[in-house]
Nanobody, 114 residues
Framework: QVQLVESGGGLVHPGGSLTLSCVGS????????LGWYRQAPGEQREVVAT??????TYPDSVKGRFAIFRDNAKNTVHLQMNSLKPEDTAVYYC?????????WGQGTQVSVSP
């Protein structure tokens, strides 16, 4: 069965950094569209990064601060987050596009607070 298992969330002060990781099982991530999404309480889920092959996209809210990258040997996709702000606080989910359905991780909490 396909699983996406996330790790790396936690509590950090403004200006700090975190790296999230998502390990795929039962699915090869190298040729899939992958992404990271986040959802804050009371808000809609929003995309923060995507990667398809070597192409990446970011919304303006995180551009220049976040970076998504794959480690194909470890079948893992990461989200490097720098210069974190309180408004980055959310549950972060990794995503992989399947051929007949999409897959999501369980979510990992990122909290940015003074």
């Amino acid at each position: 069965q396909v699983q996406l298992v996330e790790s790396g969330g936690g509590l950090v002060h403004p200006g700090g950094s975190l790296t999230l990781s998502c390990v795929g099982s039962g699915i090869a991530l190298s040729l899939r569209k992958l992404g990271w999404y986040r959802q804050a309480p009371g808000e809609q889920r929003e995309v923060v990064a995507t990667i398809t092959g070597n192409n990446t996209t970011y919304p303006d809210s995180v551009k220049g601060r976040f970076a998504i990258f794959r480690d194909n040997a470890k079948n893992t996709v990461h989200l490097q987050m720098n210069s974190l702000k309180p408004e980055d606080t959310a549950v972060y989910y990794c995503y992989a596009a399947g051929f007949s359905r999409d897959y999501w991780g369980q979510g990992t909490q990122v909290s940015v607070s003074p």
